[in-house]
């Protein structure tokens, strides 16, 4: 089973929020992770959104419109990047991405459709 | 402003060598842990390997490990990635990052096919 695990596709209309989990394996305490979230458009290199640890510990990248936000899901052992407000240029891949037993781990990435 | 600047991929045979460099600029480079992040055509992102500012410590992903060695200058600001006994499974793009930081560079493609 993989460390983190992104749904493969999601779909939203603009305007309209999406929500973009990143499951951690079970044994892997979300609580314990910092999840750092990025943004990759076609034919770019990823794009740094923010670093999610907890609401005191966070960083939003420079830059990075306050409608992206980061936040965790304890029950569900998941890290959630929720973007608000959806504009057509949010449509994109999305990575998670944690450092884990000395190593980065990334997810396998989410292709947001906005339509 | 900080650049990463990557260079030396290009298309090798199976089982052959390639040395990538990144020069970096715009920051104190040796206060940096810095990585290589690859992405195979279509495929997501893979970490590859990590350094440590001075250099004393690396880290590998298992589907590289021992073939592939990281390694920095850092009074030429340079990050480097030899990488040898390639196969057709390395191919991709090939990023040098700041994980955990905004800055990446454009990528390089290494292309492993005969």
């Known amino acids: 089973q993989a460390v983190l695990t992104q749904p493969s596709s999601l779909s939203a209309s603009p305007g309209a929020s999406a929500s973009l989990t990143c499951t951690l394996r079970?044994?892997?305490?979300?609580?314990?992770?910092?999840i750092y979230w990025y943004q990759q458009k076609p034919g770019s290199p990823p794009q740094y959104l923010l670093r999610y640890k907890s609401d005191s510990d966070k960083q939003q990248g420079s830059g990075v419109p306050s409608r992206f936000s980061g936040s965790k899901d304890a029950s569900a052992n998941a890290g959630i990047l929720l973007i608000s407000g959806l504009q057509s240029e949010d449509e994109a891949d999305y990575y998670c991405?944690?450092?884990?037993?000395?190593?980065?781990?990334f997810g396998g990435g989410t292709k947001l459709t906005v339509l | 402003e900080v650049q990463l600047v990557e260079s030396g991929g290009g298309l090798v045979q199976p089982g052959g060598s390639l040395r990538l460099s990144c020069a970096a600029s715009?920051?104190?480079?040796?206060?940096?842990?810095m990585s290589w992040v690859r992405q195979a055509p279509g495929k997501g992102l893979e970490w590859v390997s990590t350094i440590t500012g001075s250099g004393g410590t690396t880290y590998y992903a298992d589907s590289v490990k021992g073939r592939f060695t990281i390694s920095r200058d850092n009074p030429k600001n340079t990050l480097y990635l030899q990488m040898n006994s390639l196969g057709v499974e390395d191919t991709g793009v090939y990023y040098c990052a700041k994980l955990g930081e905004p800055d990446w560079g454009q990528g390089t493609l290494v292309t492993v096919s005969s």
């Open positions: 715009g920051f104190t480079f040796s206060n940096f842990v």
């Open positions: 079970s044994g892997v305490n979300v609580g314990a992770y910092s």
């Open positions: 991405m944690i450092w884990h037993t000395s190593a980065w781990v």
